[in-house]
């Protein structure tokens, strides 16, 4: 099946901005929805952003006006546009499709 790997973390300061790309070793062109999670030590993994073959988007409410998620078929990629992070944006952020997951990439925002 396809893998997905990520790329693009790193270590920003507040109000800084990254993006994260998630590179399927196979068409992503079937599938419908990808998304971003992201994962803070003790906490629960949770949807950042989610898009769909035809384009329609769903943020979580404390990304929404930073983040933009997209997607490239022809290139089989996904990213994640992420502007004005905030140290609370600190976490794993993990590609998503089809019950497949990437191994994630670090996102740490210093104060």
């Known amino acids: 099946q396809v893998q997905l790997v990520e790329s693009g973390g790193g270590l920003v300061q507040a109000g800084g901005s990254l993006r994260l790309s998630c590179a399927s070793s196979?068409?992503?062109?079937?599938?419908?929805?990808m998304g971003w999670y992201r994962q803070a030590p003790g906490k629960q993994r949770e949807l950042v952003a989610q898009?769909?073959?035809?384009?329609?988007?769903i943020y979580t409410d404390s990304v929404k006006g930073r983040f933009t998620i997209s997607r490239d078929n022809a290139k089989n990629t996904v990213y994640l546009q992420m502007n004005s992070l905030k140290p609370e944006d600190t976490a794993v952020y993990f590609c998503?499709?089809?019950?497949?997951w990437g191994q994630g990439t670090q996102v740490t925002v210093s104060l």
């Open positions: 998503h499709a089809d019950e497949i």
């Open positions: 196979g068409s992503i062109f079937s599938i419908n929805a």
């Open positions: 898009i769909t073959r035809g384009g329609s988007t």
